[in-house]
């Protein structure tokens, strides 16, 4: 499972939370509004996209102490959207993934380092095509509160990350396909019930 630490200093920790006591409160995502995009350079003339979305994770956060929070998520890499069926089955190659149905991605955090009111560094364990590498994320605080539809308290996060193909032994075609890929992520979660 993912686990990325909540992000956030003292404002988030008092937006995010309405607990009383300081112990860590469950929100999971909204499947319907987390996505991962992700994007690389393809021979100079174009950037080629692609995506994950309706994945499922937690975030525990804690309210006197944004540090100590966490998140998880793990999804199957077989839910890639590409727009092109025939690039995502050679994504699912052996000249790539060679991905079995049940192969998933993960992202464990292991640390934070608040930057700002609504920004942290976020750090944590990416596992990627069966390699496990450290990576952080850049992330913001878009919104807490109370939503306006389900009137529950809701979250919404964005963050970047670079990672390189050939990290994840998915280097095929660098550099002439970009070995980087850059990364957007944005997550909405509610509290748990």
Do not use: C
Request: glycine content about 8%; hydrophobic content about 45%.
């Amino acid at each position: 499972m993912l686990r990325i630490p909540a992000l956030a200093g003292t404002a988030f920790a008092a937006a995010l939370l309405v607990a009383p006591v300081a112990q860590a409160e469950t929100y999971v995502l909204d499947s319907s509004h987390s996505q991962i995009l992700f994007s690389y350079d393809h021979l100079g003339y174009s950037t080629t996209w692609g995506m994950f979305s309706g994945f499922e994770g937690t975030i525990e956060f804690v309210q006197d102490d944004p540090a100590a929070s966490s998140v998880e998520v793990s999804f199957p890499v077989r839910t890639m959207l590409t727009g092109w069926e025939q690039r995502f089955s050679h994504f699912m190659s052996e000249d790539f993934f060679g991905a079995a149905e049940d192969e998933m991605v993960t992202f464990v955090s292991t640390g934070i380092e608040v930057t700002g009111e609504n920004t942290a560094l976020i750090t944590g364990d990416l596992t990627l095509n069966g390699v496990t590498k450290s990576v952080v994320l850049d992330a913001t605080l878009n919104q807490a509160g109370t939503h306006p539809m389900e009137n529950k308290p809701w979250a919404g996060f964005d963050a970047t990350t670079t990672l390189l193909r050939s990290d994840y032994e998915l280097g095929m075609f660098a550099p002439f396909v970009s070995d980087e890929v850059e990364v957007r992520i944005s997550i909405e979660a509610m509290q748990a019930e």
